[in-house]
């Protein structure tokens, strides 16, 4: 059983910053990749960026040149920082987790957190 424990969600002005983090606990794998999805209201859910054990980052397009994942491995904790903040920007953000050597192979979602940005 993995759990994902998000905060750091909640109301900024456009053009503000936010930082998102989740910690994941229970049977962590050595080799595994975290990240961020985004659900909007009427789309779909969408992925924001990730990141594996090596940190190498993958973002979304929209994202690029605003939002910084980042990792603790030792925590087993990802970040993301996001700036410059959109009002395209509000959704529910999604903490994951993917163990990509070893575990069950599945992908685990936390419960969520809101961003909203007015504009």
């Known amino acids: 059983q993995v759990q994902l424990v998000e905060s750091g969600g909640g109301l900024v002005q456009a053009g503000g910053s936010l930082r998102l983090s989740c910690t994941a606990s229970?049977?962590?794998?050595?080799?595994?990749?975290m990240g961020w999805y985004r659900q909007a209201p009427g789309k779909q859910r969408e992925l924001v960026a990730n990141?594996?054990?090596?940190?190498?980052?993958k973002y979304a397009d929209s994202v690029k040149g605003r939002f910084t994942i980042s990792r603790d491995n030792a925590e087993n904790t990802v970040y993301l920082q996001m700036n410059s903040l959109k009002f395209e920007d509000t959704a529910v953000y999604y903490c994951?987790?993917?163990?990509?050597?070893?575990?069950?192979?599945?992908?685990?979602w936390g419960q969520g957190t809101q961003v909203t940005v007015s504009s």
């Open positions: 994951t987790y993917l163990p990509v050597i070893g575990g069950d192979g599945t992908f685990h």
């Open positions: 229970g049977n962590i794998v050595r080799v595994y990749s």
């Open positions: 990141i594996n054990t090596g940190n190498w980052p």
